[in-house]
């Protein structure tokens, strides 16, 4: 084990974590939410603005919280993608600064790896697990046999469940980000609106937003257009029970023909309380373990990023200062460092 160092800046969060034999140390996280929030989502080139102001304060307070030096660090660890390219390169070019300065192995590490990870601070993980990987940028089910061995075995064919979340919310005039309000009427509303379910018909994994989105857009403009009132709790329970029910219909299937021993659930949309509620039913029923991740380890942030990095240290999974970011990463190939 060692002193690991991690950076994450992959969308609207500038994060610095340090671990020590696994131990979190300190994970500071400074978010742009609000800067975000006056456009209805995250603007690309401010959010990598933003990351370079703050990235210098972040780090330095994460070495104080940590009381550490970065001369003690054995590893620089960074989010390598996916996620926003600007956003990305400052992280990277941070933690390639201090691994060329300190002469010390850079670790470049998957977003998505990280928030399945991220897991580990409370739960040892078995196999094989499902790990149901809900952003703002993704949506997989990913299947692991063992530890950093990742297949797809469905995915978005479109939209992220996520941007999808927030895109109704802005129809529907609420604030970004969108999934939390959502989540919070969704309880007080009836499913009184028909919004048809993509991909009903075929056997797959894969699943489809856009088309979702699409149709709650289309109605709300209808009403709107014929001067009647919109029931926001109403749509928001309708588009809920839709979209969380694409996932937990893909997932209880592959739990059943892959025989999951632990279920995981991972990234922003794993804060849902309809995904949280209707997972834990399906499991039990099933006879699978499942993790539910605390709130902290939804949001964006870089102890995730450090959890993984641990691993790739036992395993020596470390990268060359020519290492250059990769907005759209596939987990499958987590140990692909090419440019
Ligand atoms: O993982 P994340 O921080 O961003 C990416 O790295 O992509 O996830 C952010 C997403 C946003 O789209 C937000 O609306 C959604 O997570 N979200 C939720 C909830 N809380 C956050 N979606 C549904 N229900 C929630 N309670």
Known sequence: MALIFAIESSCDETSVAITRDGKLLSNVINTQIEVHQKYGGVMPEIASRLHCENISLVLKEALEKADVKLEDIDAFAVTRGPGLIGALHVGMQCAKTLAMLYKKPLIPVHHLAGHIYANEFNEELKFPLLAVVVSGGNSELVIMKDHMNFEIIGETRDDAIGECYDKVARVLGLPYPGGIPIDKLAKEGEHTYHLPTPLSGEHTYDMSFSGLKTNVINLVHNLQQKGE?????????????????????RAVKAIQEYNVKQVVLAGGVSANSYLRSEMVKECEKLNAHIIIPPMWCCTD??????KVAEHLYEMKVFAGLDLGV???WSIEKWNEFQN
């Open 229 to 249: 009132e919109i029931r926001v709790a109403d749509m928001c329970r309708s588009f809920q029970d839709v979209a969380v029910g694409m996932v937990i219909s």
């Open 301 to 306: 942030n870089a102890a995730m990023i450090a």
């Open 326 to 328: 990769d907005p759209n």
